[in-house]
């Protein structure tokens, strides 16, 4: 149900208005029926809008066709503010007391099941909207603002909760709490739902605000393993899960001395653990490790005697000496429980510069350090398959197969942290990654599964066919405006992405300050900088390289996953050279399932 209060949106809608706040009477517009608006239902399919309203008996026809009729205008007044194509529009009158059956409108014979109901909406709309010949456009941004649009129970409107940020940011909340139960309603798919889901125990409850856990994360979350490997895609719940465990051991005695390894980055996850363990109450100090020095391990052994948690975030800067160190550092907890986050940045790090056999020397080192106290470590490789092709991800797959053989592992498939939305594009870039290859990338590419059913704006694609900047710079501003418009997304909650040396940070912020935007306050860097960053809204601008597709769906996959809700994405060649076949095969798999736009 949607009511608004018309006055308050003249910025969708330029030649319909109606009244002021609460007090009827008081017109504003040029209609003569001036009242505030109302209605029922509003289906908003990919390609079309239907409109019921719902009266008690025929009698009120007149009035249910006048309100269908303003909702109208308010659709097509948003489509016209927007540049948006007419959408097509059906409008229909439910009566469910109305026991015989009419042609074009709802009655109780339609609604008694919902085989009658499927029966009258494919005679109805699917047939109707199937005789239209044009191309189906999408109507995103039409769809929306309809959903920003809502007042308060006392139909007063309050603008701060009726814009696109807000529609955003509730989105965002679900997510982050977890309200990700639901399971498909029947006949909406038939491939597997969720099923298993429990709720969360108190520490994670409470002091991490995540509601409800998957069949898996709650299985992991109760292991007994002291060495455990939590491999996962991006936003499948790996970090809540540690963070879970930490916390039940540092509740369950104060004597438990624990360390946690992040590693430095934008928007690493160091200040997840620090908030959920100050709120329960957990002595808890950080240490930021920025230099490669005999006297670090010392430090923080000092800090272990006045603290129980210690969370050391290193940074990935240092060069080879990442790989020294962080043996180093493990080496010398031989009193305190180990987790690592994200540990596919020390992976690459031994792997690329050549240290394997430190990386083997480290294995050997957790397993001598679990026979006494937890150690656990979470990793997501993909998040760091930068710069690489096929043979090197199939050598790195091989070497954590033979390394981890007889490491106890779990794997987190299902996707948490994106709508369903941005996780169907993202399980169609993983699989065409693993298509490229050749195989399954049990470690690098894990298997990708729906984890939740909540709904967002679908992913956006801009599809340029060179680089020219100065349309490269209309579509950011564009974009950024659609996702700022409102007071409610900040401009922390978007991230920027960007992936070659052209198009840089200097460039963003030179476009986005022309239009009176502070680039202090907006989260802009390269893929490679990111580590475990997240974003409600993010905008990636992707220059395809030719000559590496897997480089480039690699860098694609990682970037699309930084979004939480909305996500828009800018492709474009350098110079004015044509797409591969791969991109124009991937842009038709992801067309029935994104917002494609061909500039």
Known sequence: SLEYLHSDYQIFVGDHLYITGDKKGQPCDRDEDAKEGECDFIVMGKYYFVIIEVKKNRADLDDAKLQASRTEKLILGISKMLGSVVPKILKFAAFPYEKRSCVGRITKVDIESDDSFSSWWKTNVTEEISKDQQSPVSFEETENVLFALWANKNNICEKNICLLGRNIRDIDAKLKTAIITLERRKGERDDNSNPGVVEAPPEVRDY???????????????????????????????????????????????????????????????????????????????????????????????????????????????????????????????????????IQAVIFSYIIMGTKRIFRELLNDLIKLSAAHHVWVVCDVAQRVLYTDSKHLLQLNALLEKELLNVPRVTLPKNLRNTQDISSVLSVVRGVCTDMVGCEFGYIFPKQEDGHFIRGPLTKIHVLENDDYTLIKDVLINEFKIMLKGDDLDYSDIGILFNTIDITEPFIVKTLSSEGYDTNKISICRNYEIFSSEWPAVIVLHEVRVDSFLWDISELYLAISRARVKCSVVLYNRGKINYSGDIHGLLDLLEPIAHVIRH
């Open 208 to 342: 991490v605000g995540i509601k409800y856990l998957t069949a898996d994360q709650d299985k992991t979350l109760k292991s007994e393993e002291k060495l455990l490997w939590i491999n996962g895609p991006a936003g499948s719940g790996k970090t809540v899960v540690m963070c879970g465990k930490i916390l039940q051991l540092a509740l369950s005695d104060e004597k438990n001395k624990i360390v946690v390894f992040t590693f430095a980055g934008k928007g690493n996850n160091a200040n997840l653990y620090q908030t959920a363990l100050s709120e329960a109450g957990v002595m808890c100090e950080t240490y930021s490790c920025k230099k490669y020095t005999s006297i670090v391990s010392d430090e923080i052994n000092d800090i272990k005697e006045h603290y129980q948690v210690v969370i050391v975030t290193i940074d990935m800067y240092l060069g080879i000496g990442v790989s020294r160190l962080f043996r180093e550092l493990v080496i010398s907890q031989t009193d305190s429980s180990v987790f690592i986050d994200d």
